[in-house]
């Protein structure tokens, strides 16, 4: 193929059912608004998805790296290591791009100068909806509305790279993503504050979407506000001046979210055994695929637990909480 104006890296870890749905209209989409490359990283993967890509060997559109399971950031630096374009646009496994998206991000780093450039998040068509998707679905809503707004500066947690193009040399003069960072959590809001502390320029582009096949369970989403909270330790030892702006320096305003915040910080709690039965409750429901406001209040509630959990179990001390009530929370999507 030609030299390809885009280079997409997709990690991918033990989603073999997703990337035979995803794949496929991805390299639609790069031969139709190409040149690009997709460059598919492994990360150990031992479900089969080896096999999946082995059908796609002689495509001459894409390149299959495989390496140890060392997490996302890891993933995402090998991506971007193999690239030949300049500009590389990284993808989730579990992103659908609307049509338009890549030559989008084509035209936006086609002016000279290094930049990085968000694309719009949204939610792929499914039989199932729930509490737990409707969540998601508001959370990037809020996401496209605030990035939108004219005149606005990108803060370090607006830095998804599920959905985000990078000029490869501004990554590399950053030193990429933290590959320390190996559970869920973090590594790109890590390489958001560095990009926003060298006066990276950023875009948004609201009409190039990805839509999200979103297959998380309950059970998964709670361990992964648990990493959250430990991410969060992680980012703040990092960088002392981010510790204001994170969770784990905010006392609760509500009640309830001060007692989930409680319960999570203690090692012998006596409420464990009734949010376990709510955790249950919920993912019960979730699975059926029951909606509402209470439930997704819920929801938030039992997410707030584990978020603390995440703290504890990083820091085994009770966070400070002096000086930040306005501290900026996070959804786990």
């Known amino acids: 193929m030609s030299t390809p104006a885009l280079s997409i890296v997709v990690p991918t870890y033990n989603r073999r059912e997703l990337l035979s749905r ?3 209209a991805l390299l639609q989409r790069a031969r139709e608004e190409g040149p690009a490359e997709v460059i598919v990283v492994v990360d150990g993967s031992a479900d089969g998805t080896l096999e999946i890509l082995a059908g796609y060997v002689h495509d001459p559109g894409l390149q299959v790296i495989f390496q140890e399971n060392r997490g996302l ?8 290591a193999a690239a ?24 936006a780093h ?24 409707e969540g998601v679905e508001v959370w990037g809503e809020q996401v496209r509305e605030r990035l939108s707004a004219p005149g606005y500066r990108f803060r370090f947690d607006d830095c998804h790279f599920g959905h985000a193009s990078v000029s490869r040399s501004l990554l590399r003069s950053r030193g990429g993503f933290d590959e320390t ?14 990009l926003i502390q060298a006066s990276a320029e950023m875009r948004f582009l609201p009409e190039a ?26 980012l703040a030892a990092k960088h002392p001046l981010l510790r204001s702006h994170l969770r784990l320096s905010a006392l609760p305003e509500h009640p309830l979210r001060r007692l989930a915040r409680r319960s999570g910080l203690s090692a012998a709690d006596p409420l464990a ?33 584990r978020y603390w959990m995440g703290v504890r179990s990083r820091s085994g001390e009770m966070p400070s909480v002096a000086s930040s009530r306005q501290a900026r929370s996070r959804s786990v999507a």
């Open 209 to 234: 979407v990805a839509r999200q096949i979103y297959d998380k369970d309950m059970p998964r989403w709670l361990r992964d506000c648990q990493c959250v909270g430990e991410a969060d330790q992680v």
């Open 181 to 194: 960072y190996v559970k869920f959590g973090n590594e790109d809001y890590d390489l958001g504050w560095r």
């Open 110 to 133: 086609a002016p000279e100068g290094e930049r990085v450039v968000f694309g719009s998040l949204g939610l792929a068509p499914g039989p199932r909806r729930s509490f737990l998707k």
């Open 73 to 80: 950031a890891a993933a995402r630096n090998r991506g971007t």
């Open 273 to 305: 055994p009734l949010w376990a039965l709510l955790e249950s409750s919920l993912s019960r429901l979730e699975r059926r695929g029951a909606r509402g406001r209470w439930l997704g209040m819920a929801q938030s509630l039992v997410g707030e637990r």
């Open 84 to 107: 030949a374009a300049e500009a590389v646009l990284f993808l989730d496994d579990d992103m659908l791009l609307d049509e338009g998206a890549l030559a989008q991000h084509r035209a």
């Open 22 to 24: 995803t794949l496929p």
